[in-house]
């Protein structure tokens, strides 16, 4: 028996780092995306929810391993229970996810009957990367602005809703969002007519991450309406 001791604490390492792999596959598909090594339906889609879902319940079925170890070898009651708190807190993270990302639209607006529409190189861009430029929907409680705003209005609009304006005009202002994990991108454009304000939010993916774009187009509303 003179070897086991060393075979456990090596055996409990290793049951520590397979619970790691979901955290850090995470951490490589957000770098890559962010980084464009890869696209973000593959970055998120993929790695993130398809692999590191997988890799998350293999991290705890590791960690219940480690915590039987542990009972046999007190001394390894702390790696055991690093192994624990990163998959419960990495499994966690999923379910919360899962909740919300519930099926909704990624390209939402105030007005479906006649939309507006994105700015020219606005467009070019969402070509590029692949968007699809399907009828934009409306989403619940999502309605225009009932009142003709000033473009700087709809620019700090914008800007305090969290987007970055990169083009105005009398009439409209666009701009566009990134996220700070994954670099997932929405563009915005307000179009402003007598009386009335409307606005629209689209994603440049076809990935079912819950309604972030609805969400987005009502921050904007928010800060347009007085």
Known sequence: MPNSRPKAGVLAKLLLATALLAPGLLLVASAGTRGELWSTDFGIGVLALTVGRILAYLGLAAALAACLLAFRERRLIGIAGAALLIAGVTIAGYLIQERRFTPA????????????????????????????????????????????????????????????????????????????????????????????????VAGRDSLKIGDEACRLAKAVVAELTP
């Open 105 to 200: 639209p990624r390209d939402v607006t105030t007005d479906v009957n006649e939309p507006p529409a994105f700015a020219r190189g606005l467009a070019a861009e969402r070509r590029l990367a692949g968007a699809d430029d399907s009828h934009p929907r409306a989403c619940a409680g999502l309605e225009p602005a009932s009142t003709q705003v000033a473009p700087e209005t709809a620019a700090w609009a914008l800007e305090k809703a969290g987007f970055t304006v990169f083009g105005t005009s009398p009439f409209r202002v666009d701009g566009r969002q990134q996220s700070a994990w994954f670099g997932v991108t929405h563009d915005v454009t307000v179009r402003i007519r007598p009386g009335r304000t409307d606005v629209r």
